[in-house]
Antibody, heavy 114, light 109 residues
């Protein structure tokens, strides 16, 4: 079964760092880019950026370019989304999505609160 | 950055037909934008219904179809069922990335 499985929910304080993960299975991980998508509470979907796991080439949305880092480790079929200094406004659900726009990960809820 | 527009909300009667649209601030939507449509129900991850304008996945109901209509991408539900009540997002591809529409909340009533 082709699937993307994300890491579990996180609760962090402002200023802390965080890395969440997305592990692909059931297909050749290097065949497709991995996208990251944000959904703030009660809001729509926002594309954050993507990575080519083969060479770790990345493309970011201008809205997220300077605030997050997308990376991947093809040896373990896993993509990552990380923050060096979280803000309360980073509280959201984060999804990974394969480059051909299916499947979606189940989502990782990130809560940032003092 | 392009802005992708959708109707904020629509209502359809059970058994009725409704079309949701997806427009681009840069001009007419074409097949080159590879329009995609996603369904999201409360508390669930999105589910991909349509890709490349009109292609379906194995789980896409036969009553759901995608097309280009009047310079926009369109998602049409024919014979709406109560379980079609959900939020629907479109996505368009541009050089360098993709952009989601704001979503359409579809009520079946």
């Amino acid at each position: 079964e082709v699937q993307l499985v994300q890491s579990g929910a996180e609760v962090k304080k402002p200023g802390e760092s965080l890395r969440i993960s997305c592990k692909g299975s059931g297909y050749s991980f290097t065949t497709y880019w991995i996208n990251w998508v944000r959904q703030m509470p009660g809001k729509g979907l926002e594309w954050m950026g993507k990575i080519d796991p083969t060479v770790s080439s990345t493309t970011y949305s201008p809205s997220f370019q300077r605030h997050v880092t997308i990376s991947a480790d093809k040896s373990i079929s896993t993509a990552y989304l990380q923050w060096s200094s979280l803000k309360a406004s980073d509280s959201a659900m984060y999804y990974c999505l394969r480059g051909d726009l299916w499947p979606w990960g189940q989502g990782t809820l990130v809560t940032v609160s003092s | 950055q392009a802005v992708v527009t959708q109707e904020p909300s629509l209502t359809v009667s059970p058994g009725g037909t409704v079309s949701l649209t997806c427009g681009s601030s840069t001009g007419p939507v074409t097949s080159g934008h590879y329009p995609c449509w996603f369904q999201q129900k409360p508390g669930q991850a999105p589910r991909t219904l349509i890709y490349d304008t009109s292609k379906k996945h194995s789980w896409t109901p036969a009553r759901v179809s995608g097309s280009l209509l009047g310079g926009k991408a369109a998602l049409t539900l024919s014979g709406a069922l109560p379980e079609d009540e959900a939020e629907y997002f479109c996505l368009l591809s541009y050089p360098g990335g993709v952009v989601f529409g704001g979503g359409t909340k579809l009520t079946v009533l």
